[in-house]
C-alpha cells in the first residue's frame, strides 16, 4: 500500500470532520467530493450552500455540511470565544463579527477551536501567511511545545533513497529564518511527525551546504549549534549535522563526506537550514522528480490546521485532508 493509501486507511477508522473554507474553488470542492465518496473524512464547506453548489458542478457534495458564517447560530458563540481568545490584543465583539463573517479562514480556525470541526485545510487560493496567522493566533502551540513548524511529506518516484522514496522536508512553510534553537525544535517535530505518518524510524540530516567542516561560515555555524542542542535535548532521535543533501541521502556520498555518521546516506527527514531553502527545495523535487507533495502541513500545533500551495490539485487537497484526518485522530489519543 502507498503511502497516501495508508492514510486514508487509517482516516477512515475515525472519520474527523474537517472543514474547509475555500469553497469558491473548485478544487477544493472536487477534492471534497472525493473525500465524502471514499468515506476518508466528514466535510463541512462554508459559504452560501446554493453558491457552493453552483460552483461545485458536476461534482457530488451530498454528504457535507454547510455552514453559513453569515447566518449561522453559532456565530454569537463564536464570537465570544474570539473575544475571550483575542481580547488583550485589541479583539472586541464588533471586530469579531466583522471577522468572522467576512472572513473564512478565522472562521474555520474558530471552529476547530470550539470543537465543532478536527482540522482545517485552507491555501488553494489564500497565501501561507494568511492561513497560518489566525491559526497561529487562535489555535497557539500545543502542550510541551515551544514552535509551530511546518513540513511536507514527499513521496518520490521510482526512489531508493529515504524510506523508499517518501521523506519529510522541514521547514518549507512558515519559520523564515529560524535560529538554532529553533532548528532544533523544528528537527524534534519533523521527527515525531515522521514516526506518526509513515510509521517507521525518523533519521534526521540538519542540511547545510557543508558537511562535517567542509565549509566555514555564519550560516554553517548555525546550523552546527543546531544539531549539538537537538542532540542534546533529543537523545532518543537519530540526528547528525551538518550535511549536504547528497551526504544525507546517498549511501556512497555520505560513506565518503561523513563516513563516522549514522546518519549521512540513510536520512528520510531533511531539515532545511531556512525557509529559501526548503520552500525552494520541496518545489524542485515536486516539479522536476515529479514527487507526490503534501503541505505545508503544520507541527507543534494545538489542533491541526493544514496548509496547501496555490499551485496544488485536487489530489493534493485530497492527501492533505486525510493527512489532517489522521493528525487530529493522533491528538484524541494523546
Ligand atoms: C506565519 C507568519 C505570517 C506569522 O508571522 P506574522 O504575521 O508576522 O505574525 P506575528 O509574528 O505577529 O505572529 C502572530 C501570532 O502567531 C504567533 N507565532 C508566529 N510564529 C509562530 C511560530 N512559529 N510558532 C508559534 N507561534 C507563532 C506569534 O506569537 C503571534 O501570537 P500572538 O498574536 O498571540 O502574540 C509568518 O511567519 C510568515 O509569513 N511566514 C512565511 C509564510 C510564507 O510565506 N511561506 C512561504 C510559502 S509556503
Ligand atoms: C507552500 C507554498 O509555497 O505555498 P504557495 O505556493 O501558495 O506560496
Known sequence: ?????????????????????ETADKRTLEAASRILAEGVAKVVLLGNEE?????????????AAFVDPETTDKLDSYIN?????????GMTPELARETLTKDYLTFGVTMVKAG???????????STANVLRPSLQILKTAPGTKLV?????????????????????SDCGLNQNPNSEEL?????????????LIGAEPIVSMLSHSTKGSAKHADVDKVVEATKIAKESYPDIKIDG????????????????APESQVAGKANVLVFPDLDAGNIGYKLVQRLAKAEAYGPMTQGIAK??????????????????????VQASAIDNK
Open 1 to 21: 500500500m502507498g503511502f497516501i493509501e495508508d492514510i486514508k486507511a487509517r482516516a477512515k477508522q475515525n472519520m474527523k470532520t474537517i472543514v474547509l473554507p
Open 51 to 63: 453558491n457552493i453548489k453552483r460552483t461545485a458542478e458536476g461534482f457530488d457534495l451530498s454528504g
Open 81 to 89: 470565544l474570539l473575544v475571550e481568545i483575542r481580547k488583550s490584543k
Open 116 to 126: 465543532d470541526a478536527d482540522g482545517m485545510v485552507a491555501g488553494a487560493v489564500n
Open 149 to 169: 513548524s511546518s513540513f511536507f511529506i514527499m513521496v518520490v518516484p521510482n526512489c531508493e533513497y529515504g524510506h523508499n522514496g517518501t521523506f519529510v522536508f
Open 184 to 196: 532544533a525544535a523544528i528537527a524534534e517535530s519533523s521527527a515525531k511527525s515522521f514516526k506518526a
Open 242 to 257: 551538518e550535511l549536504q543533501a547528497d551526504a544525507s541521502i546517498i549511501p556512497s556520498v555520505g560513506a565518503a563526506k
Open 304 to 325: 491541526p490546521v493544514n496548509d496547501l500551495s496555490r499551485g496544488c490539485s485536487a489530489d493534493d487537497i485530497v492527501g492533505v485532508i486525510a493527512i489532517t484526518a
